[in-house]
């Protein structure tokens, strides 16, 4: 069965500095993996996907995040932060049944 | 196109109570799936339909939970003799057929039971 998980429960950056979210995953075989943002009261928001080609990939609001098989990883990364990204950030793996299985999420705060 | 709609938003009910929550997915989105998010914790299947077929099931917490999808549409997500561990966010999502990797989720129903 497939597992994701995110080893950082909370970080806290400040604003303007970079930020990187881990992401580690288990699954047998090619994984589409998904980053959603989730902020207080609000449902799911997708903000990237991998299927296949290039490992990194570029979603919404200036995120990225960069597929690496060798470590079974798909890190999100955001070059300069703003008070707004601050929310739960989840990584998700999709299984051949369209089921998504989430890992426990990173809570971002941002110090002004 | 709303997105994926969720009613109701709160529900509060006491112990033994039967609850029904409603999920109305993108329209001409094919695909309906049921999450349970408790906090702090990222969200679980429970549930998936494919038109008005319910293609998995298993994942559903207990019998006294049930879903439908009668018409292809809309869907119902009911719980029976509702427990305190029951409390959560439950959570709906829809995908299309060219965008069936990608699934937009709704804002979800926060179940409180007293």
């Known amino acids: 069965a497939q597992s994701v998980t995110q080893p950082d429960i909370h970080i806290t950056v400040s604003e303007g500095a970079s930020l990187e979210l881990r992401c580690n995953y288990s699954y047998g075989a090619t994984p589409y993996l998904f980053w959603y943002v989730q902020s207080p009261g609000q449902g799911l928001q997708l903000l990237l996907k991998y299927f296949s080609g290039d490992t990194l990939v570029q979603g919404i609001k200036g995120f990225e995040a960069e597929f690496k098989r060798s470590q079974s990883s798909f890190n999100l990364r955001k070059p300069s932060v703003h008070w707004s990204d601050a929310a739960e950030y989840f990584c998700?793996?999709?299984?051949?049944?369209?089921?998504?299985?989430f890992g426990g999420g990173t809570r971002l705060m941002v110090k002004p | 196109d709303t997105g994926v709609s969720q009613d109701p938003r709160h529900k509060i009910t006491k112990r033994g109570q039967n609850v029904t929550f409603r999920c109305d997915p993108i329209?001409?989105?094919?695909?309906l799936y049921w999450y349970r998010q408790t906090l702090g914790q990222g969200p679980e299947f429970l549930t998936y339909?494919?038109?008005?077929?319910?293609?998995?099931k298993s994942r559903l917490l207990s019998d006294r939970f049930s879903a439908e999808r009668p018409k292809g549409s809309f869907s119902t997500l009911e719980i029976q003799r509702t427990e305190q561990g029951d409390s959560a966010m439950y959570l709906c999502a829809s995908s299309g057929e060219d965008t069936s990797y990608e699934q937009y989720f709704g804002p979800g129903t926060r179940l409180t039971v007293t």
């Open positions: 329209s001409e989105h094919n695909r």
């Open positions: 998700a793996i999709r299984d051949a049944g369209n089921m998504l299985t």
């Open positions: 339909f494919q038109n008005e077929a319910q293609l998995e």
